[in-house]
């Protein structure tokens, strides 16, 4: 049986959308990569507060009162104090407990360096929708230089929920524990303030090697 022209383009207008639409494998991986990070963005947000809040208040004492007794406290109001801690406690020959120390500044900076890598990556794809820009599915407008100013607003941001943190752990969760029952050190502050700024200037490195930044 045969068909004229003008009986298939009838036919073809009659055939439903879904019917007609074909995409390549590599068009759907584009569009999928495309969407990956706008879409995780706000679960990464919820996992990294909830993890962050877990991990600078909890756990909360069962008996307060038993617990505040018992407590000794090593508060550090002196720019550096732990890193002084840190020789003297291995100059003593407490090497495990000095290398332990040091471990836990460390990790203050890697604690915070989410924020700033976050914060910055929000910002671009808020902004890249407010003008509707397209962005790349490589990345691309990730990996551009983030302007000073900006550095320092995401800083000062960090430092500022830094000095928040430890101004719960000093009042006590704000009274809810009737003494200090978290370290107060103001080297925290300073760590986290260097974490927040390392994930903003590393957010451009991280972008040109991670399939994950496609935007």
Not at 91 to 111: F, K
Request: net charge neutral; with cysteine; hydrophobic share 45%.
């Amino acid at each position: 049986v045969s068909f004229s022209p003008a009986a298939e383009s009838l036919e073809e207008a009659a055939l439903p959308d879904s019917t007609r639409t074909f995409t390549t494998g590599s068009d759907s991986a584009t569009a999928s990569s495309m969407w990956k990070l706008p879409r995780a963005l706000p679960l990464a947000w919820i996992l990294y507060l909830t993890g962050l809040l877990i991990f600078v208040l909890l756990p909360i004492p069962s008996d307060p009162q038993a617990a505040c007794a018992a407590i000794l406290h090593w508060d550090n109001y002196m720019p550096f104090g732990s890193l002084n801690a840190v020789a003297d406690q291995i100059r003593d020959g407490e090497t495990l407990r000095g290398t332990l120390y040091a471990l836990s500044i460390v990790l203050n900076i890697v604690l915070f360096m989410p924020l700033g890598a976050l914060a910055e990556m929000t910002w671009r794809i808020r902004r890249s929708r407010k003008t509707s820009e397209d962005l790349p599915d490589d990345g691309g407008r990730l990996t551009r230089a983030i302007p000073t100013q900006r550095v320092l607003v995401w800083l000062l941001i960090g430092t500022l929920l830094s000095c928040l943190i430890e101004f719960t752990q000093y009042t006590g969760l704000f009274g809810l524990v009737p003494c200090t029952y978290r370290v107060v050190d103001i080297d925290d502050v300073i760590t986290n303030a260097l974490g927040t700024y390392a994930g903003v200037r590393l957010l451009p490195f991280m972008a040109r090697n991670s399939r994950f930044m496609g935007a």
